[in-house]
């Protein structure tokens, strides 16, 4: 880490590698109460000079559902404020806590915890809602989502959801095809939720009349969807050919192959790609460790991949995003424009805050991350408070 001359929360931080506009160039930033005042050229006697390691905007995951032992649906506020305290070693500086398909009452008392904390305090990365993956999914795409629990839209059962979480629902994951003249779909768009679709089995047709009625991305492309064949695109074969409607992908070697996470940014381009890392609970947990997810037993495997004991399937990632971004770029061959955009200003459009998030620009947050060489966070701020 370079040398801190001053203390506090107004300070400049430089790099002769900082990511401006889509650019690596040489240039100091200027943070005044937690905003980027100003981004000007390297200064004379900076607060923090991190010479030629690299600077980017603080990541954003949108699709995370636990780590350190903790999950979004336990509904314990000491676990999400660990949680979000310690995300910031990774470089994420704000996220939206995932919940997984349950029962009306578990996801009820899991969006209320996230509501409170939120209204009591936390430190770390910022909450920035939630993201609702599920109930309202398909039993043949549903992965590690437990079946029994996997319902059909329904409006009224949704906004009892919506009124427990404090409006902090920001994001839903369903399967449209199965929504009834897509009601649900039309009530999260007319109230500003991000309609996704995903654990889905929709038509090529079935999931362009999903995007028709609002959804505006899909959730973890190539993984719990339909699948892709020259003669039935399916939802993959639709996330290539609608290349303005965003795509999560999970870019940690297991779920996608960096071939595949390769063809799908180029067929996305700059603009439309967000990583995810889908994280469970289990996420730093040691291998072999075998928790609840969802009510079932998923076990962490050596490769860092979660598996449902018996039936084998993948049931999310214990993913780091700086090692994602590794990923993407070292393995994928993914051009830098598309993968640091995947984590930071492309998640902050789709979620519309990319007004103060996602970039360093004058006027926005000071959510910065210091990554050296090997793609470690040597150094991470969040709204302009130091938290690596």
Not at 2 to 19: L, P
Not at 362 to 384: E, P, Q
Request: proline share 4%; glycine share 10%.
């Amino acid at each position: 880490m370079g040398a801190q001359v001053n203390g506090g929360n107004d300070m400049i931080i430089q790099s002769t590698k900082v990511w401006v506009l889509d650019t690596w160039m040489a240039a100091a930033l200027k943070v005044e109460d937690g905003k980027i005042a100003a981004v000007l050229p390297m200064q004379e006697n900076p607060d923090y000079d991190f010479g030629d390691q690299r600077i980017i905007p603080g990541f954003m995951d949108i699709h995370c559902h636990g780590a350190y032992g903790w999950d979004t649906n336990d509904a314990t506020p000491e676990g999400l404020r660990v949680w979000t305290s310690r995300i910031v070693t990774e470089g994420v500086t704000s996220l939206f806590p995932t919940t997984i398909t349950q029962s009306e009452e578990v996801l009820t008392a899991a969006v209320k915890n996230v509501a409170n904390v939120v209204k009591e305090g936390y430190e770390g990365a910022e909450i920035m809602g939630i993201h609702f993956e599920g109930p309202y999914l398909d039993q043949t795409f549903k992965g590690a989502q437990p079946e029994q629990y996997c319902v059909m839209p329904d409006v009224e059962q949704f906004k009892r959801y919506l009124a427990a979480s404090d409006n902090l629902i920001k994001l839903v994951t369903m399967a449209t095809e199965h929504d009834k003249n897509y009601e649900l779909t039309h009530f999260l768009v007319d109230h500003g939720i991000v309609v996704s679709q995903g654990h889905s089995g929709a038509t090529y047709e079935q999931a362009v009349l999903g995007i028709a009625n609002g959804a505006m991305s899909m959730t973890h492309v190539y993984n719990g969807m339909s699948k892709f064949h020259h003669r039935e695109p399916g939802l993959v074969g639709t996330a290539f050919r609608f290349r303005e409607v965003y795509g999560e992908i999970i870019c940690d070697g297991n779920h996608v192959h960096p071939a595949a996470i390769n063809d799908f940014f180029r067929a996305k381009g700059p603009d439309h790609g967000i990583m995810v890392t889908d994280s469970l609970m289990v996420k730093s947990l040691p291998t072999g460790t075998i928790v609840k997810f969802g009510g079932n037993d998923i076990e962490l495997f050596p490769d860092g991949s979660a598996h449902l004991v018996g039936a084998g399937n993948l049931a999310g990632s214990t993913l780091n995003v700086n090692r994602g971004l590794q990923i993407m770029v070292e393995r994928a061959e993914v051009p830098w424009q598309s993968a640091i955009n995947a984590v930071t200003l492309n998640p902050a459009k789709m979620m519309g805050v990319d007004d103060r998030k996602g970039s360093l620009q004058a006027g926005k947050d000071a959510d910065i991350v210091v990554l050296n060489s090997d793609y470690d966070v040597v150094a991470c701020w969040c709204r302009g408070k130091k938290a690596v």
